[in-house]
């Protein structure tokens, strides 16, 4: 993805009979830096970032340090009515941005102080009135601080007169475009304040911050990442991370030992130096975060808790299982499901749901077939530990199958793992 914005002019070329003083100077700050924190990482939760790809990296102070870096990941899903607002406080279809979560034009605001339907991105305050779109009035109680429409933010006007008595007033103003006011999101919502390509900087002082460019070369870095073929540097205490064009593959890593996105910084010490190898492939190691490419899991630490944790392939047969989220949900190929996976068990991909086989995930089955506990193992999928398996149900004499069904003209007597259809 490539950003839109201006890029100034690198002014490395300056100076030259000056670098080595330079040099020594940067290596200093990074070494002070790196006392406070060694690692750098992406927080996708920062509000502060579009969400878009790009790489950053962790390492290892006082000693022989790997540094690591991110893959260039798409945004979080977002839009849609019940996802969370994209950047900007945007949803899709003139949708409403209810407290950080998307609300369907058409379908209700909310209660109380937000009311009425969605309609372009406007609602309705608590008096009846048209609020939260550009040129309304902010919803909420009393004056509101609250708007619903894309790139849209409250400014509330304190109270006019010669006393300064005057009620306060508010209006939603726009926001979110490069060279306007950052946009204000729900507390803990992760949506960006401004549109892609662009972050939230400045402010301090009393200034207001302000959307700008980021993620190019000599930019501001987007939260922690930049564009395709860049690397967010570590920057000395106290200044801004900018993006710059090192850390590639089989290059130098960047100031702090960070890499490019697939890359990973060995051999750096207190953050300088170092190279970057590929990372996140099979029988290389894992990139930041412990994450692999997909159709990879980063496997178990070696044993002594020396060396780099590795990538291994998984979703195959008789292969681990991938991770799919940070929830811990796990998941195999096509015709395949996790078979065991619970705690710091990984589980194991293989066939399941028809008869002998092990149950599928959520202890469910084929059609015709009901997930059970070995003979003597207890209650049906509930044996206390005992394997559990599918077995043919719904027939005359045959357990009951989910939900205590049978086939046409039976019916299910009994409880638990004694019910049976006759």
Same mark, same amino acid.
């Given at each position: 993805?490539?950003?839109?914005?201006?890029?100034?002019?690198?002014?490395?070329?300056? *100076?030259?009979?000056?670098?080595?003083?330079?040099?020594?100077?940067?290596?200093?700050?990074?070494?002070?830096?790196?006392?406070?924190?060694?690692?750098?990482?992406?927080?996708?939760?920062?509000?502060?970032?579009?969400?878009?790809?790009?790489?950053?990296?962790?390492?290892?102070?006082?000693?022989?340090?790997?540094?690591?870096?991110?893959? *260039?990941?798409?945004?979080?899903?977002?839009?849609?009515?019940?996802?969370?607002?994209?950047?900007?406080?945007?949803?899709?279809?003139?949708?409403?941005?209810?407290?950080?979560?998307?609300?369907?034009?058409?379908?209700?605001?909310?209660?109380?102080?937000?009311?009425?339907?969605?309609?372009?991105?406007?609602?309705?305050?608590?008096?009846?009135?048209?609020?939260?779109?550009?040129?309304?009035?902010?919803?909420?109680?009393?004056?509101?601080?609250?708007?619903?429409?894309?790139?849209?933010?409250?400014?509330?006007?304190?109270?006019?007169?010669?006393?300064?008595?005057?009620?306060?007033?508010?209006?939603?103003?726009?926001?979110?475009?490069?060279?306007? +006011?950052?946009?204000?999101?729900?507390?803990?919502?992760?949506?960006? @304040?401004?549109?892609?390509?662009?972050?939230?900087?400045?402010?301090?002082?009393?200034?207001?911050?302000?959307? +700008?460019?980021?993620?190019?070369?000599?930019?501001?870095?987007?939260?922690?990442?930049?564009?395709?073929?860049?690397?967010?540097?570590?920057?000395?205490?106290?200044?801004?991370?900018?993006?710059?064009?090192?850390?590639?593959?089989?290059?130098?890593?960047?100031?702090?030992?960070?890499? @490019?996105?697939?890359?990973?910084?060995?051999?750096?010490?207190?953050?300088?130096?170092?190279?970057?190898?590929?990372?996140?492939?099979?029988? @290389?190691?894992?990139?930041?975060?412990?994450?692999?490419?997909?159709?990879?899991?980063?496997?178990?630490?070696?044993?002594?808790?020396?060396?780099?944790?590795?990538?291994?392939?998984?979703?195959?047969?008789? @292969?681990?299982?991938?991770?799919?989220?940070?929830?811990?949900?796990?998941?195999?190929?096509?015709?395949?499901?996790?078979?065991?996976?619970?705690? +710091?068990?990984?589980?194991?991909?293989?066939?399941?749901?028809?008869?002998?086989?092990?149950?599928?995930?959520?202890?469910?089955?084929?059609?015709?077939?009901?997930?059970?506990?070995?003979?003597?193992?207890?209650?049906?999928? *509930?044996?206390?530990?005992?394997?559990?398996?599918?077995?043919?149900?719904?027939?005359?004499?045959?357990?009951?199958?989910?939900?205590?069904?049978?086939?046409?003209?039976?019916?299910?007597?009994?409880?638990?793992?004694?019910?049976?259809?006759?």
């Amino acid at each position: 993805m490539t950003y839109l914005g201006p890029a100034r002019q690198s002014d490395r070329s300056k *100076g030259i009979g000056a670098l080595p003083a330079l040099v020594i100077a940067s290596a200093l700050s990074l070494v002070v830096a790196a006392c406070g924190s060694s690692t750098s990482s992406i927080n996708s939760n920062d509000a502060s970032v579009n969400g878009k790809g790009g790489a950053t990296g962790t390492s290892s102070g006082g000693g022989p340090g790997t540094g690591t870096g991110a893959g *260039g990941a798409a945004g979080p899903v977002c839009g849609a009515a019940g996802q969370p607002c994209c950047a900007s406080n945007t949803c899709n279809g003139g949708g409403c941005c209810v407290a950080g979560n998307c609300i369907a034009a058409g379908a209700t605001c909310g209660a109380n102080a937000i009311t009425g339907t969605c309609t372009s991105g406007s609602c309705q305050n608590a008096a009846g009135a048209a609020c939260g779109a550009i040129g309304q009035v902010c919803c909420g109680n009393n004056v509101g601080n609250t708007c619903t429409a894309a790139g849209a933010r409250c400014t509330i006007t304190p109270g006019g007169g010669a006393d300064g008595g005057g009620g306060a007033t508010s209006m939603c103003t726009a926001c979110g475009t490069n060279g306007a +006011a950052c946009c204000q999101v729900a507390n803990g919502s992760g949506v960006p @304040q401004c549109d892609t390509g662009l972050s939230c900087q400045g402010g301090g002082a009393g200034a207001a911050q302000m959307c +700008a460019p980021c993620g190019g070369a000599d930019q501001a870095c987007c939260g922690n990442t930049c564009n395709a073929g860049l690397a967010c540097a570590a920057a000395a205490a106290g200044m801004a991370r900018t993006c710059m064009n090192c850390g590639a593959l089989s290059a130098a890593c960047c100031p702090g030992a960070i890499c @490019q996105t697939g890359g990973v910084c060995t051999g750096a010490m207190n953050g300088v130096g170092g190279t970057c190898d590929a990372c996140g492939g099979t029988g @290389q190691v894992c990139c930041a975060g412990n994450t692999c490419d997909t159709g990879f899991r980063c496997g178990a630490a070696p044993a002594g808790g020396g060396g780099a944790r590795m990538c291994e392939a998984c979703g195959a047969s008789g @292969q681990a299982c991938c991770p799919v989220n940070a929830a811990g949900g796990m998941a195999c190929t096509t015709g395949l499901s996790c078979i065991g996976a619970g705690g +710091a068990n990984a589980g194991t991909c293989g066939v399941c749901g028809a008869a002998g086989q092990a149950c599928c995930a959520g202890n469910t089955c084929a059609v015709g077939f009901a997930c059970v506990a070995a003979p003597g193992g207890g209650a049906d999928a *509930g044996g206390g530990g005992a394997a559990l398996s599918c077995m043919a149900c719904g027939a005359s004499g045959q357990r009951c199958c989910a939900n205590r069904t049978c086939n046409t003209g039976l019916m299910c007597t009994g409880n638990g793992g004694a019910a049976t259809c006759g």
